[in-house]
Structure formats: C-alpha cells, structure tokens
C-alpha cells in the first residue's frame, strides 16, 4: 500500500509538472497513451489475455456495459482530479482524492440496505468497524493537510 501510495503520489507530481509546463490537454493525451500501451502490454500476457476473452465471449453485454459505465465515471473523475492539480497544492488534491473510498463505502451501505440486488456490502459489526476507523483515518489525514 505504501508503495502504491508513493506511486500516486509520483504520478500526480509528475502530471502537474508536466500539465503546467506544456500544456493540460497535451499531458492528458500522453497519459492515456501511456495507459493504452500498459493494457496493450497486460494482454501480451497469455493468462491474462485467456481469461479476458474467456470473459468476454460469455458476459459480452455486462462486461461491455457496466465497465463503459465504470470507465466514463473514472474518466470524469480522473479528468476533474488532474484539472485540480493545474490549480491547487498537491497534497491538497491528493488528500482529498483520497475520500473516494468514503463515498463507495456509503453507497455501497446504501445500496446493501436499500436495493441488495444490485450492492453486496458487509455490514458486520466487525466489517463496520474496521472500515469505520479507516474512514476516520482518511478524515484525519484530509483534516491534518488542510491546516
């Protein structure tokens, strides 16, 4: 997770040099071409390649569906988050990136209680817990960022 982290934290660094430098729309276009060649490179991988068509010759219209949907929701957000680097410190943008899994959380609650067929969230006290303390943390950290 650390390594993960500092990935991110790298990659952010990077594109804001780069979009203040050049140009914002420039920089986009060779990020997603540096993530156009990454797939491009997973699926030189036979495995990965087996089970991808596997996967697409038997869920065709759910896997098209519901990861197009994914892609232009990630899309938007990507696009908004990189915008809020040109304008706003780093660490800013990052931090508050980060509370994402707050709101997955939540609605992955809401969705468990109120429409289960379409979320399957745990709501275990322990499940709760642990992920009630990570929200804290993610809060704490946004709160400590912004002093």
């Given at each position: 997770?650390l390594a993960c982290s500092?990935?991110m934290a790298?990659?952010g660094?990077?594109?804001?040099v780069?979009a203040?430098?050049?140009?914002?729309?420039?920089?986009?276009?060779?990020?997603f071409?540096?993530?156009a060649?990454?797939?491009?490179?997973?699926?030189l991988?036979?495995p990965?390649?087996r089970e991808?068509?596997?996967?697409?010759r038997?869920?065709?219209?759910a896997l098209?569906?519901?990861?197009g949907?994914n892609?232009?929701i990630n899309l938007?957000?990507?696009?908004?988050?990189?915008y809020a680097?040109?304008?706003?410190p780093?660490s800013l943008?990052q931090?508050i990136?980060?509370?994402?899994?707050?709101?997955v959380?939540l609605?992955?609650v809401?969705?468990?209680r109120?429409v289960?067929?379409?979320?399957?969230?745990s709501?275990s006290?322990?499940?709760?817990l642990?992920?009630?303390i990570?929200a804290?943390?993610?809060?704490?950290?946004?709160?400590l960022?912004t002093?």
């Amino acid at each position: 997770m650390l390594a993960c982290s500092f990935i991110m934290a790298l990659s952010g660094l990077i594109f804001k040099v780069f979009a203040i430098e050049v140009e914002f729309w420039t920089t986009i276009f060779w990020m997603f071409v540096g993530e156009a060649i990454f797939g491009v490179a997973l699926l030189l991988v036979r495995p990965y390649r087996r089970e991808f068509l596997t996967l697409l010759r038997t869920h065709t219209v759910a896997l098209l569906s519901i990861n197009g949907a994914n892609e232009l929701i990630n899309l938007c957000g990507g696009l908004g988050n990189r915008y809020a680097l040109m304008f706003a410190p780093l660490s800013l943008v990052q931090a508050i990136g980060s509370t994402t899994t707050l709101f997955v959380f939540l609605i992955g609650v809401l969705l468990s209680r109120f429409v289960p067929k379409l979320g399957r969230e745990s709501l275990s006290g322990q499940e709760l817990l642990q992920k009630g303390i990570a929200a804290v943390l993610v809060a704490t950290g946004v709160a400590l960022i912004t002093r």
